[in-house]
Antibody
Framework: QVQLVQSGAEVKKPGASVKISCKAS????????ISWVRQAPRQGLEWMGW????????DFAQKLQGRVTMTTDTSTSTAYMELWSLRSDDTAVYYC??????????????WGQGTLVTVAS | QAVLTQPPSASGTPGQKVTISCSGS????????VYWYQQLPGTAPKLLIY???QRPSGVPDRFSGSKSGTSASLAISGLRSEDEADYYC???????????FGGGTKLTVL
């Protein structure tokens, strides 16, 4: 079965960076993209961006441009998201999610369990 | 503020039918498919409806989706206590060039 297993919770100081991993299993990693979505405490969902696992193309939410990088390691079926210059409002649960595409239309079908990132001094 | 507008809460008694709305614009719902996700307390979201009205395997047919113009809705019939969760609509926004979500609707089964 499809599984996305993320790395554990992180506590970071303002200005630092955080890198979260997402290991996929149960499907062919390179045939599905990976999106990252975050959820601040008691808030809704916010799409952060997407990476193609076949050619490493990326697309980021405008508000995060310049502060986020997304990479993949196809040898280990793992995706990574790194967020720089952390602020208190970056405190959130971060999810990786699989993008399923059919006829050029893509959507998120499976989600990781989430990684809590707390930014505090 | 979420790009898509959902009511913050909804409720119903067991066996009832509940409908959750999701309002957008021509650049998002009006020109793209709508998706619905269910988030049970303390868990990751789960895909409930894709391409406006399609159910993934394993999702009960009590859940149905529809779309008209720049609005969409999720209907849950035969309400059960385990349906108590947060529900989010989502779609692609052509102007923002990204996925957008509704603010979420907390469903309470009385």
């Amino acid at each position: 079965q499809v599984q996305l297993v993320q790395s554990g919770a992180e506590v970071k100081k303002p200005g630092a960076s955080v890198k979260i991993s997402c290991k996929a299993s149960g499907y062919t990693f390179s045939t599905y993209g990976i999106s990252w979505v975050r959820q601040a405490p008691r808030q809704g969902l916010e799409w952060m961006g997407w990476i193609s696992t076949s050619n490493a193309n990326t697309d980021f939410a405008q508000k995060l441009q310049g502060r986020v990088t997304m990479t993949t390691d196809t040898s280990t079926s793992t995706a990574y998201m790194e967020l720089w210059s952390l602020r208190s409002d970056d405190t959130a649960v971060y999810y990786c999610a699989r993008d399923s595409c059919t006829d050029g239309v893509c959507y998120i079908d499976y989600w990781g369990q989430g990684t809590l990132v707390t930014v505090a001094s | 503020q979420a790009v898509l507008t959902q009511p913050p809460s909804a409720s119903g008694t067991p066996g009832q039918k509940v409908t959750i709305s999701c309002s957008g614009s021509s650049s998002n719902i009006g020109s793209n498919y709508v998706y619905w996700y269910q988030q049970l307390p303390g868990t990751a979201p789960k895909l409930l409806i894709y391409r406006n009205d399609q159910r993934p395997s394993g999702v009960p047919d009590r859940f149905s989706g529809s779309k008209s113009g720049t609005s969409a809705s999720l209907a849950i019939s035969g309400l059960r206590s385990e349906d108590e969760a947060d529900y989010y609509c989502a779609t692609w926004d052509d102007s923002l060039r990204g996925w957008v979500f509704g603010g979420g609707t907390k469903l309470t089964v009385l």
